[in-house]
């Protein structure tokens, strides 16, 4: 194998915009491979098997206590979140303490409550559409495919309405990656000092009520649930963790379906073929989600994970300390696992991407995401059949994101409906 260095950021804005040649390229000449990701030097893991086995390899940690320091001096970016104390969630932390958060979240984020939110979604949905349909033409990313999601979660916290349009800002200027790195910082503030102020109310306001049961059907939304689990079972969760988990359901549970959205609909205008068979038969949905989700999907790289000991792998040696990032992009799209990967195919039965994790960390938010994009992308085919590209693909613009994969902008035409 190749000992060179690949500086992804060397590649920008080329691999953004098309990452899969230089997984293609790793896969078939150094599959496990050192790489730096705007500075933060780590192994990029490309292929379906290593990256299935890493993601349980138990010698591999997502808390940074196992980090070497020279990482955190060279990629401080990575670590920016620590000084608010927001990097104590779930993504973040190993069993017990994760098991511990999951539980917690798990008990109020269940099927039944998620399923529950179809009809708001479908409303959301509609109320969205209803803004620009009769225009003929429609800013997919800004106006469709980000408020979207937000304002799902907004209303699952129960963010007061008056708050909603100054969260939305903040949230959209954390997830469309702005050019400058300081703007999405004072976002995560602005975002963090809110939460903690909605929390501190919340709190106060279950002690004044004197409220201890914890059924879902007796919670208004999501954050009192989750603050009546916490408060009911001797303080599993401290308010800073339960401030960074709602920074985790905010940012991670609405750029999954962002950009599930944006790039779903960008493959289908890209594969004519499958746009009609979709349009033909909606029914086709369900899988055609799935399959969005492994051609292109969100994630395209995880958040690094630090090897706790040596580790021979192949033949290289993963040493103690060292950042492991594994290419959830390059693994769906591995010709060892699926056949013809670089195809659309709406009707493939192979589904066992990994779009959403693989292990204990598996997101929690995927049944979420996958009835946001289902809902979301079955009312715009059958109110805007017609979809069209209204920009070059030197026009389109990807986010230069570490680990997402998504557009910033997605400019489409249609025929208008008075």
């Not at 479908?122 to 106006?143: C, N, W, Y």
Request: a negative charge; hydrophobic letters at 40%.
């Amino acid at each position: 194998m190749t000992r060179d260095v690949l500086d992804l950021s060397a590649l920008e804005p080329a691999y953004s915009t098309d990452p899969y040649p230089v997984y293609a390229e790793s896969r078939g000449t150094a599959p496990i491979r050192r790489v730096t990701l705007r500075g933060l030097p780590g192994w990029l893991v490309t292929r379906y098997e290593d990256v299935e086995r890493l993601f349980t390899d138990p010698r591999l940690s997502k808390d940074r206590v196992h980090t070497d320091p020279a990482i955190r001096k060279a990629a401080p970016w990575e670590f920016a979140d620590e000084s608010m104390g927001l990097s104590r969630h779930m993504l973040q932390l190993d069993p017990p303490e994760h098991t511990r958060l999951r539980r917690v979240v798990s008990a109020v984020f269940t099927a039944r409550r998620i399923k529950a939110l179809a009809p708001r979604i479908e409303q959301i949905t509609d109320e969205l559409i209803a803004s620009f349909v009769a225009r003929g033409r429609v800013e997919l990313i800004e106006e469709f495919a980000t408020p979207l999601p937000i304002v799902v979660i907004m209303g699952m916290l129960g963010i007061p309405l008056d708050d909603q349009h100054a969260f939305r800002s903040w949230t959209t200027t954390v997830m469309s990656g702005p050019e400058d790195p300081q703007d999405a910082i004072d976002a995560f503030v602005s975002i963090h000092r809110y939460l903690t102020e909605l929390v501190d109310s919340r709190k106060a306001a279950a002690a004044r009520s004197g409220s201890t049961a914890t059924s879902e059907a007796e919670h208004r939304d999501l954050l009192d649930a989750l603050i009546a689990v916490r408060d009911e079972d001797d303080g599993r969760l401290d308010d800073q963790e339960l401030v960074a988990m709602l920074r985790l359901l905010l940012i991670a549970g609405t750029e999954t379906t962002t950009s599930l959205i944006g790039n779903g609909v960008l493959a289908l205008l890209r594969h004519p073929d499958q746009l009609d068979l979709l349009r033909g038969d909606l029914s086709l949905m369900e899988n055609a989600v799935e399959e969005f989700l492994r051609y292109d999907g969100p994630l395209d790289i995880t958040p690094a994970r630090y090897a706790t000991e040596d580790i021979a792998f192949g033949d290289v040696v993963i040493e103690a300390g060292d950042a492991v990032l594994l290419a959830i992009g390059a693994a769906s799209r591995d010709p060892d696992r699926f056949d013809d990967p670089d195809r659309l195919d709406l009707r493939r039965a192979d589904r066992r991407h990994m779009a959403f994790g693989h292990g204990v960390h598996y997101c929690l938010g995927a049944p979420l995401a996958r009835l946001e994009g289902r809902i979301a992308l079955t009312a715009l085919l059958e109110r805007c059949p017609d979809l069209k590209l209204s920009a070059a693909d030197e026009e389109l613009i990807w986010r230069q994101d570490p680990y997402v994969h998504g557009l910033r902008n997605l400019p489409l035409t249609f025929t208008a409906k008075v």
